[in-house]
């Protein structure tokens, strides 16, 4: 059965601390998304990376990065947590071809 | 700009009644549209639609996009307790080296017994 696995499900963090958020799949998949979901406003992009060490900026990047030196692995960094990051964060992954997307069971991050 | 947006937001029905859910999307590269549901946890898949009038079915749900007009439908025939969920729509754009997903707002429905 293939898997998306996030490393934590929820998460307290203070304002001002470094953040890292992981994102694990099994499927040899290329194409790997951090995504934040907040009430009325849907999944937004954060970032995606087509390959390893490859990243490309979505649709909200401003106070994010993420690093991809493995295939498997992809990983979301608050640098400095702000209130306005509470939220929860799903990561996806997918083959080139796409037949849809498999996403983690997401973290929720509460930063206070 | 991309965007996909989803209707109603919110929705309250009945056990049994049918419903209908709604996207329209302004999309460059347009690929595929995907519908998924979410529970309490991460989205699951439900259909991929790629080719306009043809209908696909599962079970209760049905959906059909209409590439002419940039919208889907989502059918959800005699609703049980179990379809509550917030159902998101989600089209996929081709870009220079990848694909992304750009997803709406999402519709929450809520059947009651």
């Known amino acids: 059965d293939v898997k998306v696995t996030q490393s934590s499900r929820y998460l307290v963090k203070r304002t001002g601390e470094k953040v890292f958020l992981e994102c694990v799949q099994d499927m040899d998949h290329e194409n790997m998304f951090w995504y934040r979901q907040d009430p009325g406003l849907g999944l937004r992009l954060i970032y995606f990376?087509?390959?390893?060490?490859?990243?490309e900026k979505g649709d909200i990047p401003e106070g994010y990065s993420v690093s991809r030196e493995k295939k498997e692995r992809f990983s979301l960094i608050l640098e400095s947590a702000s209130t306005n990051q509470t939220s929860m964060y799903l990561c996806?992954?997918?083959?080139?071809?796409?037949?849809?997307?498999?996403f983690g069971s997401g973290t929720r991050l509460t930063v206070v | 700009e991309d965007k996909v947006v989803q209707s109603p937001l919110s929705l309250v029905v009945h056990e049994g009644d049918t419903v209908t859910l709604n996207c329209s999307y302004e999309v460059t590269n347009f690929r595929s549209l995907l519908w998924y549901k979410q529970e309490k946890k991460a989205p699951t898949f439900l259909f991929m639609l790629t080719s306009s009038g043809i209908e696909k079915k599962s079970g209760r749900l049905s959906s059909i996009l209409d590439k002419k007009e940039l919208f889907s439908i989502l059918n959800i025939t005699a609703t049980q307790t179990g379809d509550s969920a917030i159902y998101l729509c989600a089209v996929e754009s081709k870009g220079d080296s990848s694909y992304k997903l750009i997803f709406g707002s999402g519709t929450r429905l809520l059947v009651r017994p």
């Open positions: 996806a992954s997918t083959k080139g071809v796409s037949r849809g997307y498999t």
């Open positions: 990376s087509y390959d390893v060490k490859m990243k």
